[in-house]
Structure formats: C-alpha cells, structure tokens
C-alpha cells in the first residue's frame, strides 16, 4: 500500500500485488498524481484500473483526465457513477432510460476505436512526466484542482474532441456492487458499505490471493457499524480515518452546520471513534495501522496518534500494529509485506 495522499484536499492510494496494481480513488489534479508516484517509484504506466469509493471532490478531482490519460478502466458502483456524471454535467437532467442510452452509445462507440485509436499507456505516462511543469496548481493553499484546469495538461489530444461533447467520457466504466466480491487481475476486491453523506459510499478490503495478504481502506465514514466490523477482521494493513479530535472540531472554525455534518453519522470518524473502534473491535492482528484523512483545521497528527496508540495499548510490538500517519501534501513510504 502505498497512500499518495489523505485528507479533505485529495485522497489517493496504490494498493499493488506482485503483479497488480490498482489506484483507489484519484483525488488530487492528474499531474500532481503523476508527480507523486514519480516521487514514490510508482509507474503510472502499470496501474490496471482505478477504482472509487464515493463521487466526493477529494476523491474524484483528477479522475476523468487521468483514467483517459492512461486509458484504463474505472470501477465504480452504478450510483456513485451516476452521481459522479451528474456532478460534471450540472444542467443536464437526465432521465434513466437517457443515461442507459448514453452509456449504451459511449460503450460502442469504445469498442469502434479500441483497434485504430489505441496508444500504448506507458508512452502516454512517459510523455506526462517529461512535460515542463508551470505552476499549475497550489494544491495546499487553494481550492481542489478541478478537472477542467487539469485537462490543458494532461488531457490526451485523441480526448480532448470527446471531452468537450461529454465532460465524463472515460476510456472504460465497470461496475461493482458493495458487498459482492469481484477481481481485479490476482487481487480480489471486497467492497463494503460505509455510512457517508454520498451515493453508495464504498471502502475496500483487497486480498492479494497468491501472497495471502489483506489490505482495507475504511475513511469517510461517520461511524463504525457493524458490517464495517466484520468486513475489517484478519486485516494486514488498514488504512483507517481518523478525522478530527472532537473539541478541536467543536471549538473550531466550521460553521455550526458542516460541524454537525461532520460529527453526523454520515459524517466522518472521529479520534475518539477509531480509537474506540481499536480498542473494542478490532481483531489486533495488523502489521500497520495507517490513520488517514486527518482534518488540517480540526485535528493534529500527534493527537490522533496518541488516541490510537492508547486504544492498541500492549498489542503494538515491533512485529506488529505499527501506527503511521498518512498524509494531505505528501505520499507516504510504501508499506511493503
Ligand atoms: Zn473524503
Ligand atoms: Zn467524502
């Protein structure tokens, strides 16, 4: 696992096999993505798929124009999908029957050109590293990276026609459903429900099936409920959300109704929260615990650790429940198993 991002300015993680390696979510612009697995020895050219947990902007921000870029599939649920083309396509009211139509016309017209229009995607990640680099984005002081301020970038020019028609044309569109298992390349995938305010919110536990290995990614959420329990048992590695310290957040700067959004049970997991979560359901049998998606303005990373390491107590040892903290605005070393 290795998390190139985590917070509320962009989430994105590499979860590889020895011969798999799938990007869950792709929340920061295409080229700070390719910057960051640069920075970390990742070849974007190897990804197999991307896959995403919810339509929420951190989530999705350099999604379409990295997926074309490397022209591999992405895996979502029908919802989130929905959601995701709503969101892109804001003016547009589209009845059910119109957006089967829509798919149903884009999946041919995909299937057309795979034979003349295909590049290979290791000369198209090549050609995005070796671009100059103008200031492009200052993700750390403004807003997310919008897809439209990417795509001059990175888009691809065979695209850029097809973008303009449909802001969320994607190379491939595979669907998942939450608590059905499907595989991608040797890595199976267990999506599970969370409690978010989104679509059809996911997390994930894969399960790298030659190396006997598990690895979960459980942020977003607003508490733990008892599915999320079970599906986070026998876990190798967790990638877990630790949002916020609840006085910090009380005391904060949010307006009164994001803070109830957040505390809510849609929202997101508190300190206290996933500590709770250690201390009472967790199985204790994880080599590393990874707290992400920590608040900049209502959290501090010792805080968050202190809760953790409490909770897990006399189980952390020097094999095992070795606690990290991910973070926004740079990648952490790959945890390797
Ligand atoms: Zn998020
Ligand atoms: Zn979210």
């Known amino acids: 696992m290795t998390v190139l991002a985590s917070g509320s300015k962009g989430n994105s993680t590499v979860i590889a096999s020895g011969t798999t390696r799938i990007l869950v979510d792709a929340g920061l612009s295409c080229?700070?993505?390719?910057?960051?697995?640069?920075?970390?020895?990742?070849?974007?050219?190897?990804?197999?798929?991307?896959?995403?947990?919810?339509?929420?902007?951190?989530?999705?921000?350099?999604?379409?124009?990295?997926?074309?870029?490397?022209?591999?599939?992405?895996?979502?649920?029908?919802?989130?999908?929905?959601?995701?083309?709503?969101?892109?396509?804001?003016r547009t009211t589209m009845s059910y029957a119109k957006w089967m139509d829509m798919m149903q016309r884009e999946k041919e017209a995909r299937a057309l050109e795979t034979?003349?229009?295909?590049?290979?995607?290791?000369?198209?990640?090549?050609?995005?590293?070796?671009?100059?680099?103008?200031?492009?984005?200052?993700?750390?002081?403004?807003?997310?990276?919008?897809?439209?301020?990417?795509?001059?970038?990175?888009?691809?020019?065979?695209?850029?026609?097809?973008?303009?028609?449909n802001p969320a044309f994607l190379p491939a569109v595979e669907y998942f459903q939450a608590g059905q298992d499907f595989c991608i390349g040797d890595i199976d995938v267990n999506p599970f429900t969370i409690p978010h305010d989104a679509a059809d919110p996911c997390g994930f536990v894969f399960h790298a099936r030659h190396e006997s290995i598990r690895m979960a990614v459980a942020t977003d959420l607003g508490y733990v409920p008892p599915n999320?329990?079970?599906?986070?048992?026998?876990?190798?590695?967790?990638?877990?959300?630790?949002?916020?310290?609840l006085e910090m957040l009380k005391d904060g700067p949010y307006p009164w109704s994001v803070k109830q959004r957040v505390l809510s049970r849609v929202g997101h997991l508190s300190n206290h929260a996933a500590a709770e979560f250690l201390l009472r359901d967790y199985d204790g049998g994880a080599h590393t615990i990874v707290l992400g998606h920590l608040s900049e303005k209502n959290n501090l990373p010792e805080l968050a650790r202190l809760a953790a390491e409490q909770a897990i107590g006399e189980r952390m040892t020097l094999l095992g429940n070795r606690v990290v903290l991910a973070a926004q605005d740079a990648p952490l070393d790959p945890i390797c198993l």
């Open 115 to 165: 034979a003349n229009a295909y590049a290979p995607a290791h000369t198209l990640a090549a050609a995005a590293l070796e671009e100059p680099d103008p200031a492009q984005s200052d993700l750390e002081s403004s807003d997310i990276a919008l897809d439209a301020e990417d795509a001059e970038a990175c888009e691809p020019i065979e695209t850029v026609a097809k973008v303009k028609a």
């Open 31 to 90: 080229r700070e993505l390719l910057r960051r697995m640069e920075l970390v020895g990742e070849d974007p050219a190897a990804l197999n798929a991307i896959l995403i947990t919810h339509e929420h902007l951190d989530h999705v921000a350099g999604l379409a124009v990295l997926a074309r870029r490397l022209k591999i599939p992405v895996f979502f649920t029908e919802s989130t999908h929905r959601a995701w083309v709503r969101m892109l396509t804001p």
């Open 228 to 245: 999320v329990k079970q599906a986070l048992k026998g876990v190798d590695v967790l990638l877990l959300e630790s949002n916020h310290d």
